[in-house]
Structures are given as C-alpha cells and as structure tokens.
C-alpha cells in the first residue's frame, strides 16, 4: 500500500499522515566502515539529496605528501528526505541505518546543515574535533557560520570555534577571529585530557 502525503479515504474517515512523513528533513545515515564517499556517490545515482563534509589532509608517504579530502565526520552522511522515502535510502549499499532514537529516525536542524555547508563552500577550514559538550559557549555574529552556536577553544594564541552536533556526538573546529563571536554565558573549565 503507497503512502500518499494528500488527505486519503479510509472507508468513512479522512484522514492525513503525519508532517514528518511528508517533509523533507535532515537525517544522519551511519555507513559502514570507510565507506562514506561510495555512499555519497549512490546518493547522487539514485539523486536522493545528501551532504557529505569534507575536509583536506595532507599526508606523507615515502617519497611524497599526497592531500586527501576525508570525511569531517568519519561514519556519516547527511541525506535530506521524507520519512515515507525512507526505505529508498536504506536499501543503498553501505548505508547501515539511520540514528534513531525509540525506532524513530531523529532530526537534524536544518540551520546547522546549512551553516556548515555554506562556511565550507565559503573556503572556511574545519576539521575533526573530539566531542565537547562543555566549554565557553558563543555565537558567531559575523561572516558565514553568522548565528551558529558552540564552543569557544583557546590554544596557543588561536581561537577555534567547536560545532557539536549531539546527535551523533561528533565535533568540527574551526579557526576564528575571537571578534567574530559573541559570549552567551558562563565559562566551564574544559579538563586539559580533552586536549589530547
């Protein structure tokens, strides 16, 4: 039996599904092992829309560096539909599930994903981060992650702004003027092992 976002029939009764059945959202799909690009890549062959974050690593070898671009958040893609197309993204190889919490699919907020991807395509460098739940939390006030929350990192004269998507409890920093942000409250000491 389809599932129809209009009002249906059912006998005597008319009634409509669910809004998240019907809207587009943003949902995190865990892949398996190594295999976010080969995801991403079915993504587009199947044009079910999806972000994947990328950042570049330069890496020696023996007789050169070779720069890879790696995934900002080892075992995720981000992919944007409806619930009711739901099966369409399971059924793509390497994708295992989707973060669910009591068997229900959860939401990312859709202004995060669209600070990221447009601070990335703006040239903005981050890259992974351990996950931080704690710490002096500010906004950004300016440029293009203007509005975005998180955590404000001081090490050795630089100021790195820390994203955590609690969600997947995976973190991303990135370098900032400390002028580009604004404090929101009280300061919590971060223990000096989350800098390892």
């Known amino acids: 039996m389809a599932i129809h976002c209009a009002q249906q029939r059912s006998g005597r009764e008319l009634s409509t599904l669910p809004a998240a059945y019907c809207e587009p959202r943003w949902y995190a799909a865990y892949t398996s092992a190594n295999h976010e690009k080969r995801v991403a890549e079915q993504f587009v062959v199947r044009s079910v829309e999806h972000f994947l974050p990328v950042y570049a690593s330069v890496r020696r070898w023996k007789d050169r560096r070779v720069t890879l671009q ?34 229900t699919p959860a939401v990312l907020l859709e202004e995060e994903i669209e600070a990221l991807r447009a601070s990335l395509e703006n040239g903005v460098r981050a890259e992974p981060h351990p996950y931080l739940k704690v710490g002096r939390r500010v906004r950004v006030k300016s440029g293009p992650m203007t509005g975005m929350e998180g955590i404000l990192v001081r090490r050795k004269n630089r100021s790195r702004f820390v994203i955590s998507l609690d969600l997947i409890m995976r973190s991303v920093a990135v370098e900032v003027d400390a002028l580009e942000l604004e404090p929101l409250g009280k300061e919590v000491v971060i223990p000096d092992w989350q800098w390892e």
Do not use: C, E, M, W
Request: charged residues 10%; glycine residues 8%; aromatic residues 14%.
């Open 70 to 103: 790696l995934p900002l958040f080892p075992g995720y893609v981000f992919v944007h539909f409806a619930l009711r197309d739901r099966l369409q993204v399971l059924q793509i190889p390497g994708v295992a599930k989707l973060v669910s919490f009591n068997g």
